[in-house]
Nanobody, 123 residues
Framework: QVQLVESGGGLEQAGGSLRLSCAASGGTFSNYAMGWFRQAPGKEREFVAAITWDGTSTYYADVAKVRFTISRDNAKNTVYLQMNSLKPEDTAVYYC????????????????WGQGTQVTVSS
């Protein structure tokens, strides 16, 4: 059983940056690909970014390309999401998730989820 805890969310102005962290415990972190999803009020949870178990490959939704960067440190059992040039439409609860499957874009592929961290971007 893998436990995931996100941190780093908060209130930021448009154009600013935030770095989200997700700390894993209870399993072998390097066995899992990791993903970030987000859910805005009244909307479905959507894929943001994913990274393979060894960090050699990354995948992004169109909204995250260029502005966001996913990375991981297997020695620290942590995955990160660096978010730059934030926009008000990035406001959402951000979740990290772990999977041993390969369909990284689909939330049903993920077995373990964190509780989420709120990101609010003001205009």
């Amino acid at each position: 059983q893998v436990q995931l805890v996100e941190s780093g969310g908060g209130l930021e102005q448009a154009g600013g940056s935030l770095r989200l962290s997700c700390a894993a415990s209870g399993g072998t972190f390097s066995n899992y690909a990791m993903g970030w999803f987000r859910q805005a009020p009244g909307k479905e949870r959507e894929f943001v970014a994913a990274i393979t178990w060894d960090g050699t490959s990354t995948y992004y939704a169109d909204v995250a390309k260029v502005r966001f960067t996913i990375s991981r440190d297997n020695a620290k059992n942590t995955v990160y999401l660096q978010m730059n040039s934030l926009k008000p439409e990035d406001t959402a609860v951000y979740y990290c998730a772990a999977t041993r499957r390969y369909a990284y874009y689909y939330r049903n592929s993920y077995d373990y989820w964190g509780q989420g961290t709120q990101v609010t971007v003001s205009s």
